[in-house]
């Protein structure tokens, strides 16, 4: 699967854009849509084109991770709330996280309510609370959660 265009604007929203390099909440190098790695230095600032193709490298590489990871036919909206969720927590923790294991199992309501155990940092709650909703189903929900942190 591939992220939808509403899933799009929702993670674009989600994360945030900026050109200039700066350091996140936990002091990692960050630019563009939450990109990271050892091609973001201290003061530097990437050009539109430069964050975008950044963008669409990183978001293939959460989509791979849900799809590999995830064994049940999803949704739409459920399939793009786990890329966001991925792409925020990282595909590690994604891969090994019970969310997972309960949606694998068949446990969608389960699943659903693993968001809630991960609202670390606190600022992260109005994100999670998108994700949870738009997993569920409920965009419009999910956009009043998002509008909170946008």
């Not at 390099?21 to 003061?43: K, N």
């Not at 590489?61 to 036919?73: L, Q, Y």
């Not at 606190?122 to 999670?128: C, F, N, V």
């Amino acid at each position: 699967m591939k992220t939808s265009e509403q899933g799009l604007k929702l993670l674009h929203g989600r994360e945030g854009r900026r050109n200039a390099v700066y350091r996140d909440s936990v002091g990692v190098l960050t630019v563009g849509f939450g990109h990271t790695g050892p091609d973001v230095r201290e003061g530097d600032v990437w050009t539109d084109e430069q964050v975008e193709a950044a963008f669409a490298k990183d978001l293939e590489r959460f989509e791979r991770a849900v799809n590999d990871a995830v064994k049940v036919p999803l949704p739409q909206h459920a399939f793009d709330a786990l890329v966001s969720f991925a792409y925020n927590v990282g595909v590690g923790a994604f891969k090994s996280s019970t969310l997972v294991r309960l949606l694998n199992a068949g446990d969608m309501a389960g699943a659903a309510r693993e968001f809630d155990r991960w609202h670390i940092p606190a600022e992260i709650t109005s994100r999670r609370n998108g994700e949870r909703e738009q997993f569920k189903g409920t965009a419009f929900e999910a956009r009043i959660h998002d509008s909170v942190i946008a």
